[in-house]
């Protein structure tokens, strides 16, 4: 049951107002992705070019440690993470096939971090923050 407190209007506005943002195109919804993508995009660029593992946590090659253009093209968008041109793209899965690894996904702790930061904004929706 749910109780509620001398306005409830005013508290039926607020809830309504959070639903709506957790619509698929809602403030809300946006706040996550756009979150979960520019807290990802620097765990993976330090995995991938600094210490040099693939998504399993398995070493991948020295030269694409010091690959300056994958690291650079590789960005956060509105759609998510991805590289700023095709021929990146395409570079980046050449290499997958090359070392036979999955590089450019996140690793289950980078996935777990972005998924913390996603319930506490959802959280702080609820709580009025």
């Not at 946006?30 to 998504?55: C, D, E, F, V, W």
């Not at 997958?96 to 777990?112: F, R, S």
């Amino acid at each position: 049951m749910i109780t509620l407190a001398n306005n409830p209007s005013a508290e039926i506005i607020s809830l309504i107002t959070v639903f709506e943002a957790l619509q698929p195109q809602g403030y809300i919804i946006n706040l996550i992705k756009q979150s979960a993508y520019t807290t990802l995009l620097p765990l993976m660029k330090s995995r991938i070019h600094s210490q040099g593992t693939a998504t399993d946590g398995s070493a991948i090659g020295s030269n694409l440690v010091r690959t300056g253009t994958l690291r650079d093209g590789f960005v956060a968008t509105t759609e998510g993470l991805g590289f700023t041109d095709d021929a990146l793209g395409e570079r980046a899965t050449m290499l997958e096939e090359k070392y036979g690894k999955t590089i450019w996904q996140p690793t289950v702790n980078e996935e777990q971090q972005a998924l913390q930061l996603a319930q506490n904004i959802v959280n702080n929706a609820f709580s009025g923050k």
